[in-house]
């Protein structure tokens, strides 16, 4: 028996060294044919827009042109949302957040993509690629579709002096009582947890989506505070957009697309939004197939379109985003000059200080044995009794 | 005289067709006839109403994996149902949604009853048809129509904001929980007064008139004839009002941000946690369960 290791093992390394020839990873797509007619994505509002807001605006209906797949596309209302959306086996993919495509590899709900058959691959920045939030034991699990931080945004004919942290809707949030327009998912959690390392440094924050249980109360005390100041809080961004319309709501935490809609109004909504300066939560999302897609051929159409200069341009500027090529930033400027530079679209640097939306994990995602943290069940729970009480 | 007659009945006599063979089978077996005719929705109910209910309520007790959100058919657990009766915001929201629904029947009730008495005793014929097209009428327009438009009656820039403001009382906005009972208390009012109306109208006038001849007072006729003889009916429309505002939820979610059980069942399927949403709507059920046992021994299902 002992004999029998070596070679087995040299097997093994022949095997390992075999697929790394190979590029295409297991499970994946190995040749493109033709287009299957349909096509059902799981996307962000603001996703995949066909015009119907703006003309100028629209890489939908080009894309069914060419390549005669018809774009049916359901927004999630979260992450947890959209993981459960695509469970439901009636998805090619969608655009997922961090928070989402850790838990979708673990599950094998998606697949594992064969970049060759995504021309378009060659031009994404090296800082989105083979990152722990789309690939997996370094096998790419999808394209990049932009990135950006959760912002502070807030009503200029109420809050006059124009706010520079996140103050207003924790601790200064009596001064808006009733006024606060909360996002309603259970990572907003991490965005308490943000505020308590800069706050209350004792509590030892480190990252804001691994929270022992002493500091994860914390973050839950900080939250029911700020609900008794009245928080209104959000699922769907056009619930937002509509309180802030109204006044329901003068100051709360947003994305930049509700800013784009607010202040593209006739007349433009009296709104302000910043990136405060403790930093911010933020999403890196990429598009990944289905492990069961239905219409796999249309679905690499798809993830080759959405980075494609002209579609990631238009689809960065109108969400408000960082676009993910260099290509596309230069396709950018004739849309919106300086669109790229204003995201920060190749400077890592930024990024370095923006916490991308991730999977609370069990383990704190380390390697330390010692502590455990709050897992996704625990955050999702403690989210619901929340809204609930 | 006869014998062209019986040669006429002979031609018109049925050629022995499948059909006729078979109905001349079935004519001698009752019990396959009843077969074959409750066949289709025996198994409408049987498999696909009540079989995919079940499969639901199966979901309460297998297991969830917390990472990936994955539910492993047939591992057994009571995980989800633990959660239940020990984390007190399910009391909670069980409790807020339950005591929304009573005070919905009540106003619905006491709204109701004057509302159906005129129709059913005093109104002209004439008037009476306009009331009943005018109570019928809210039932045409589509549920989520009647919900936004509420919303944007007591939203922040809203009319009852535009009526209240000069008398220096805030709108209510959009997060009180008296929204809830507002909006579907008027949604849920056409339920109740059609029952205690048909429940007025059978109560024959002369007993009214005999109690006025034994000597009894307009209020001692309401409180000893009317109201007994009503109340089945009233407990029918309760049935509507009750039911409908306890399984609501995109009422609460609308007009007053907040969570009755409809919405943690929702939110829970929705973010994955199909054990815990599963366990959770066996609650309902069993309070209407209740509610119709009691239902029933008042006589309300004669009243439907």
Request: aromatic share 10%.
């Amino acid at each position: 028996m002992r004999r029998m290791t070596i070679p087995a093992a040299l097997v093994a390394i022949g095997v390992v060294l075999a697929s790394c020839g190979s590029s295409v990873p297991a499970g994946a797509l190995t040749s493109l044919g033709d287009g299957e007619g349909a096509l059902n994505l799981i996307i962000w509002d603001g996703y995949a827009e066909r015009g119907a807001v703006d003309k100028a605006y629209d890489w939908v209906t080009g894309f069914e042109k060419d390549t005669g797949c018809k774009v049916n596309a359901t927004p999630m209302t979260d992450s947890a949302n959209g993981v459960q959306l695509l469970k439901s086996g009636q998805y090619d993919g969608g655009s997922f957040s961090g928070d989402a495509t850790i838990r979708l590899m673990a599950a094998g709900d998606v697949a594992p993509v064969n970049t060759d058959l995504i021309p378009n691959y060659k031009d994404v920045f090296e800082g989105l690629k083979l990152k722990g939030f789309n690939s997996k034991d370094g096998v790419p699990y999808g394209v990049p579709h932009g990135r950006g931080p959760n912002l502070l945004m807030w009503n200029t004919t109420v809050v006059t002096t124009a706010p520079t942290s996140w103050d207003p809707i924790w601790e200064g949030g009596s001064s808006y009582k009733g006024k606060l327009s909360i996002y309603d998912s259970s990572i907003f959690i991490a965005d308490a947890a943000l505020h308590l390392m800069q706050k209350q440094p004792d509590l030892g924050i480190t990252n804001p989506y691994q929270l022992t249980d002493k500091q994860f109360n914390a973050a839950i005390a900080l939250l029911q505070q700020q609900k008794a100041n009245g928080a209104v809080y959000w699922g769907l961004l056009t619930d937002q957009v509509q309180t802030f319309e109204s006044g329901d709501t003068v100051i709360g935490t947003t994305w930049p697309y509700q800013v784009n809609l607010l202040k593209g109004e006739d007349p433009p909504a009296p709104v302000e939004a910043v990136l405060p300066n403790e930093g911010s939560t933020g999403w890196s999302d990429t598009w990944m197939i289905a492990k069961n897609a239905k219409h796999p051929n249309c679905m690499y159409r798809w993830m080759n379109h959405i980075i494609s200069p002209q579609a990631n341009a238009q689809a960065t500027v109108w969400f408000g985003e960082a676009a993910v090529t260099q290509k596309a930033c230069d396709a950018a400027e004739a849309i919106l000059p300086g669109h790229c530079a204003a995201q920060h679209a190749s400077d890592e640097a930024y990024w370095d200080k923006i916490w991308y939306w991730t999977t609370p994990q069990a383990s704190c995602a380390d390697n330390d044995d010692a502590t455990t943290c709050k897992d996704q069940d625990a955050w999702v729970e403690a989210w619901s009794t929340l809204r609930g009480t | 005289m006869t014998a062209p007659g019986l040669a006429g009945d002979m031609q018109q006599r049925p050629v022995d067709s499948r059909a006729r063979r078979l109905a001349r089978w079935l004519y001698t077996r009752p019990r396959a006839q009843l077969a074959l005719l409750l066949a289709a929705p025996v198994l409408w109910v049987g498999v696909v109403y009540i079989g995919s209910l079940v499969v639901l309520l199966l979901n309460a007790f297998w297991e969830k994996d917390a990472f990936t959100g994955n539910v492993t058919p047939f591992a057994w657990t009571l995980k989800a149902f633990v959660d239940i009766f020990t984390k007190p915001v399910y009391a909670t929201v069980a409790l807020r949604t339950v005591g929304i629904a009573i005070a919905v029947t009540l106003a619905d009730a006491l709204l109701a009853f004057p509302i159906a008495y005129y129709m059913a005793r005093i109104a002209s014929p004439r008037a009476r048809g306009a009331l009943l097209v005018a109570v019928l009428m809210p039932l045409w327009a589509a549920y989520l129509v009647k919900a936004f438009a509420w919303r944007t009656i007591l939203q922040g820039n809203g009319f009852l904001s535009w009526v209240l403001t000069p008398f220096g009382i805030p709108g209510p906005g959009l997060t009180q929980l008296f929204n809830a009972w507002l909006v579907l208390s008027y949604l849920w009012l056409p339920y109740m007064i059609l029952p205690i109306y048909s429940g007025l109208e059978r109560i024959p006038s002369s007993l009214l008139e005999a109690s006025s001849d034994l000597g009894a007072k307009a209020g001692t006729t309401f409180r000893r004839v009317v109201l007994p003889l009503v109340f089945p009916a009233l407990v029918a429309g309760s049935i509507f009002t009750f039911s409908l505002s306890l399984g609501d939820y995109i009422v609460p979610d609308l007009v007053a941000d907040a969570k009755f059980i409809g919405n943690v069942i929702y939110d829970n399927s929705s973010l994955g946690n199909l054990p815990v949403a599963a366990a959770y709507s066996l609650f309902p059920i069993a309070i209407m369960l209740v509610y119709l046992v009691i239902a029933r021994r008042l006589g309300a299902f004669e009243s439907l």
